[in-house]
């Protein structure tokens, strides 16, 4: 099987700088990917990490390490619209996707 | 706008009935993907079915099934409807295993 851990909750300040992380435990490990999903609504890609390393989007990054089963999403410069959750996903085994249970952002002014 | 098209929007129904949710993919998207979303739950993967064929298989009940069709939409069927099948279920689609999904706007299904 497989699990995925990842913080439920952080608050922090606009212009602030948030680092939300997913440990996970897989067997047939692909890749990593980050949705982020605003209260009721789709949720949204925002980076995939195959490989080792800091994969860079505008203000957001995600980073992976393949041997320590962990990766990260690095949110710069909050902005009260950052506020949502963010889910970690991970690649594996013949073409599945399993979602952490989400963190749930909040910024404030 | 994603591209992906779900219906309905919203689903009311009785215990014991049976529903059918629609999914059309984005346009060039062969994989389509169906997910259960509880309240206050996460994304709960179901079952994925890539050019028409089944592809992979999550946590889906029996009295659940799904299908694509040759234009690539595809329906999951929901029988036997029980209270705690009351959720979000959404619909994704990619261009191919291991690429973004690409999420539809959800059918909210409440059993009464």
Request: glycine share 10%; charged share 15%; aromatic share 12%.
């Amino acid at each position: 099987g497989q699990s995925l851990e990842q913080p439920s909750e952080v608050t922090a300040v606009e212009g602030a700088i948030v680092q939300i992380n997913c440990t996970y435990q897989t067997s047939g490990f692909y890749g990593l990917s980050w949705y982020q999903q605003h209260d009721g609504g789709a949720p949204t890609f925002l980076s995939y990490n195959g490989l080792d390393g800091l994969e860079e989007t505008g203000r957001f990054s995600s980073f992976l390490s393949r041997s320590d089963s962990y990766g990260y999403l690095l949110l710069q410069e909050l902005q009260m619209k950052d506020s949502a959750s963010y889910f970690c996903a991970v690649h594996w085994g013949d073409y599945k996707l399993s979602f952490g249970a989400g963190t749930t952002v909040t910024v404030r002014a | 706008d994603s591209g992906v098209t779900q219906t309905p929007k919203h689903l009311i129904t009785a215990t014991g009935q049976r529903v059918t949710l629609r999914c059309s993919p984005r346009s060039g998207d062969l994989s389509v993907y169906w997910y259960q979303q509880s309240l206050d739950q996460g994304l709960q993967f179901l079952i994925q079915y890539y050019n028409g064929e089944e592809r992979a298989k999550g946590n889906i009940l029996e009295r659940f099934s799904a299908q694509q069709f040759p234009d690539l939409h595809s329906e999951l069927n929901l029988s036997s409807l029980e209270l705690g099948d009351s959720a979000l279920y959404f619909c994704a689609s990619s261009l191919g295993p291991y690429q973004p999904q690409h999420f539809g706007d959800g059918t909210r299904l409440s059993i009464l």
